[in-house]
């Protein structure tokens, strides 16, 4: 079945830790996204990239880092940079002129 | 800038009555809507989509929308609301040739039985 794929489902972070969310897609889609959502707060974009070996900032993209190394794969690293990572992260992908898919997520705790 | 206003942030609605979600945007060129849905904890499904042409959409689920321009308004509406429609609805406007998605705050539905 074509998809998004993100794991893990659930992530603790302790203080000062780099982690890593992973999301890939089958859906040979080209561009890919990456939401944080809290709550009352809607979805807000991280980074986006359209192509392999590019991605621009979205609107929080402060303490975070990408890679688009293969088409299929958009993996975000939290770094400890953040000082409020605890959210619900949301991974997207779409081609030009269509929807955006979404995966089921990662939940993100600081602990 | 592009924006999303979904006015409503919890609504609740008797099983059985009819419902109507709002959603305003702000965008300078001809907008991409949508409508999602997303039960808790889980990722956002495509409810319906509007690109151009019929401005009343229909979509999954029984829901409707309908684009009106001169209100820059794209309402989501239900006929009959079954229990299982209870979840958050997110509006969203596809902008810069869909190089970025804009969401609204989103409004959770209660159904009472």
């Known amino acids: 079945d074509g998809g998004i794929t993100q794991s893990p489902k659930y992530l603790f972070r302790k203080e000062g830790q780099n982690v890593t969310l992973s999301c890939e897609q089958n859906?040979?889609?080209?561009?890919m996204y990456w939401y944080r959502q809290d709550p009352g707060q809607g979805l807000r974009l991280i980074y986006y990239s359209q192509i392999v070996n590019d991605f621009q900032k979205g609107d929080i993209a402060e303490g975070y880092s990408v890679s688009r190394e293969k088409k299929e794969s958009f993996p975000l690293t939290v770094t400890s940079a953040q000082k409020n990572p605890t959210a619900f992260y949301l991974c997207?992908?779409?081609?030009?002129?269509?929807?955006?898919?979404f995966g089921q997520g990662t939940r993100l705790t600081v602990v | 800038a592009q924006s999303v206003t979904q006015p409503d942030i919890h609504i609740t609605v008797s099983e059985g009555a009819s419902l109507e979600l709002r959603c305003n945007y702000s965008y300078g060129a001809t907008p991409y809507l949508f409508w999602y849905v997303q039960s808790p904890g889980q990722g956002l499904q495509l409810l319906l989509k509007y690109f151009s042409g019929d401005t009343l959409v229909q979509g999954i689920k029984g829901f409707e929308a309908e684009f009106k321009r001169s209100q820059s308004s794209f309402n989501l509406r239900k006929p009959s609301v079954h229990w299982s429609d209870a979840a958050e609805y997110f509006c969203a406007v596809g902008a810069d040739n869909f190089n970025k998605f804009y969401f609204g705050s989103g409004t959770k539905l209660n159904v009472k039985p």
């Open positions: 859906l040979n889609h080209d561009a």
């Open positions: 997207a992908s779409s081609n030009v002129n269509t929807e955006a898919f």
